[in-house]
């Protein structure tokens, strides 16, 4: 119960951030530099404290899962859809088609996905719709394996057998018979597919490959604390602790996802 909360927390932040925040996540403020948390003797005006700029740490937290949110659920749109369509083409279709389509997933898949994120992500330069394209570029293969794998399954079963001998055509199969029957797969992939996009998210604004300033984003507050993190501790574990709970919370709710709509997934 804890874990769906978290989530449909983080789904409400990013939906109504701009409702949210307690002050301009962008306003500089020099009087209210580096306040402490409510909790470690601030003031509830910054709950969260501020960080060097006098930037409320809460409001600059509550815009960046907006962001993370936004990237993580545009790069599962667009990669899932590449995938989808090209594990259902190569399961269906077999031959030259699918040794070419899963080649070339095995190529993506056998290096480390932050590794060729980053890569990718340096040579084009940051912006949200490079990091968007970077992560759909890496994350389509694991769609297309898993769909392909799926789809190899289903189409000898008997009535797909019996579809064609009706007389029916491929696409036809395809989207009336396949494709129905491997939606709960894809709901729970989804699903765990949106921590990973955090973090990898995360990870290249804190390598200053990903959503460039000033827009607030979890990883780029996090890199900007780091010289502070003595004095001024809460500038990086703020947000450090929200990518962690909302990145377990969702693997913890596809978990849950798996075992109630497809339990054969327990490995992936």
Not at 16 to 38: K, S
Not at 89 to 116: C, E, K, N
Not at 205 to 228: H, I, K, N, R, S
Request: charged share 10%; with cysteine.
């Amino acid at each position: 119960m804890i874990p769906l909360l978290m989530v449909a927390a983080t789904v409400l932040a990013a939906v109504f951030a701009d409702y949210l925040v307690l002050h301009d996540p962008l306003a500089i403020n020099p009087g209210a530099r580096l306040l402490p948390p409510v909790f470690a003797g601030g003031s509830w005006d910054y709950p969260l404290g501020t960080d060097r700029l006098g930037r409320d740490i809460f409001s600059r937290i509550i815009l960046g899962a907006q962001v993370s949110l936004g990237v993580a659920v545009t790069t599962i749109m667009l990669g899932g859809f590449v995938g989808t369509l090209l594990g259902l083409v190569a399961g269906y279709r077999g031959g030259w088609i699918d040794a070419l389509i899963m080649r070339s997933a095995d190529g993506f898949l056998a290096f480390p996905s932050i590794l060729l994120a980053l890569v990718l992500a340096v040579t084009v330069g940051p912006s949200f719709m490079v990091v968007v394209v970077v992560l759909a570029l890496v994350l389509w293969a694991r769609f297309a394996r898993l769909v392909r794998g799926e789809v190899l399954s289903i189409k000898g079963r008997d009535y797909v057998l019996l579809a064609r001998v009706a007389g029916a055509g491929g696409l036809y199969i395809v989207l009336r018979h396949i494709l129905p029957n491997i939606l709960n797969t894809l709901v729970v992939l989804c699903t765990l597919q949106v921590g990973w996009a955090i973090i990898v998210e995360a990870s290249l604004t804190f390598l200053g490959a990903g959503v460039p300033p000033p827009t607030p984003t979890w990883g780029g507050m996090v890199a900007e604390g780091l010289d502070y993190i003595e004095s001024a501790w809460w500038i990086s574990v703020m947000p450090g602790v929200a990518i962690l709970f909302v990145v377990f919370s969702y693997n913890l709710v596809g978990d849950w996802l798996r075992d109630i709509l497809d339990p054969q997934l327990r490995n992936i």
